[in-house]
């Protein structure tokens, strides 16, 4: 098994963050993780980051805070993973909000579904947010 390093960035406008929404066939799990992917090899985390901004939700020229770092082992869709993931907030002003799509776009061109939840809201659906511990980090930057 091999370990992944990824970055996750969580978009944070008006008191809300934006999460993707995934779901595990195989458990029938659904979650919602921050959006974010891979870091290639010899690439910076914070390029990384601002990379999978724009590929997934055409989002560029915008700065990133790293929040945390968080180890994560589970299994998805029948196969363990174990990744690395590094952590970025990134507050959007209303014109970059309005200008989001509607739903995400992997790399593979499959899209994704995503939303935007309140502090109240990410509350109710603590129990569905990857990793566990992110959670911490984003309720510390909704206001």
């Known amino acids: 098994m091999k370990i992944r390093t990824k970055v996750i960035i969580s978009l944070i ?11 595990d066939r195989v458990r029938d799990i659904q979650f919602y993780i921050p959006v974010g992917g ?39 869709q029948g196969i363990p993973e174990h990744e690395i993931m590094f952590h970025y907030v990134c507050h959007i002003d ?8 509607a739903e995400g776009v992997e790399s593979n061109g ?18 569905k947010i990857v990793p566990p511990s992110v959670y911490n980090d984003i309720i510390n930057e909704l206001c």
């Open 38 to 76: 891979g870091v290639e090899f010899g690439e910076r985390l914070e390029k990384a980051a601002k990379r999978e901004l724009f590929e997934e939700l055409g989002v560029k020229d915008q700065e990133l805070k790293f929040a945390n770092f968080h180890e994560s082992l589970f299994e998805f």
């Open 13 to 23: 406008n008006q008191g809300q963050v934006l999460l993707s929404e995934g779901y």
């Open 110 to 127: 499959e899209c994704f579904k995503i939303g935007w939840f309140t502090r109240e809201a990410l509350s109710a659906i603590q129990k």
């Open 94 to 101: 209303n014109s970059v909000r309005a200008s989001l799509p």
